[in-house]
């Protein structure tokens, strides 16, 4: 009964979610104070190369709002915190391992490896938990900026959902 409440209330909150995330992007983007107002708040969420772009963390409420409106509940949990984990595995790997690289192997073997071990603890086929860590992997190296961060979790939910021999949620 609890689960079922949560989902339900779940639907509404991310729509909040991408309504705060597009109100404080447009603002952000079409005024330096309003910018400068949300980075001394936000500390250090932008990166300078954000400035005149949408930002990580918008494109990242969005991409989970979407894997929760495309996917059933088990699975878009699943994606959802797949990119949660993943994605910043990938940074923190490829930052230190990577030469360099914005999109590294070392980065991208992070990402899938992270990717299995929450798909593990979600109680995914081991099958179904391989195809989705790779498609993870493959998903975060989106070569345009804040791309992995819709592509994540859209790419692990379909592959959880959509391929026959996967079903495991």
Do not use: Q
């Not at 708040?41 to 894997?67: D, I």
């Not at 509940?73 to 915190?81: D, G, N, Q, T």
Request: hydrophobic content about 60%.
């Amino acid at each position: 009964m609890a689960v079922a409440a949560g989902t339900a209330a779940a639907t509404p909150a991310f729509a909040v979610l991408v309504a705060v995330a597009a109100a404080a992007e447009t603002t952000r983007l079409a005024s330096p104070r309003a910018a400068a107002l949300l980075g001394r708040l936000a500390g250090h969420v932008f990166r300078p190369s954000e400035a005149r772009h949408p930002s990580g963390a918008g494109t990242l409420a969005l991409g989970y709002a979407l894997a929760w409106w495309l996917f059933p509940p088990a699975v878009a949990e699943a994606a959802i915190v797949v990119t949660a984990v993943a994605d910043p595995a990938a940074a923190l790997v490829g930052s230190r391992f990577g030469h360099g690289n914005a999109k590294s192997l070392p980065g991208s073997l992070a990402c899938a490896a992270a990717a299995a071990l929450v798909l593990a603890a979600f109680h995914v086929r081991p099958a179904a938990l391989a195809v989705a860590a790779v498609g993870a992997a493959v998903a975060e190296r989106a070569p345009w900026r804040g791309t992995d961060n819709l592509a994540v979790p859209l790419a692990v939910g379909a592959l959880l959902r959509w391929l026959p021999w996967t079903h495991a949620l």
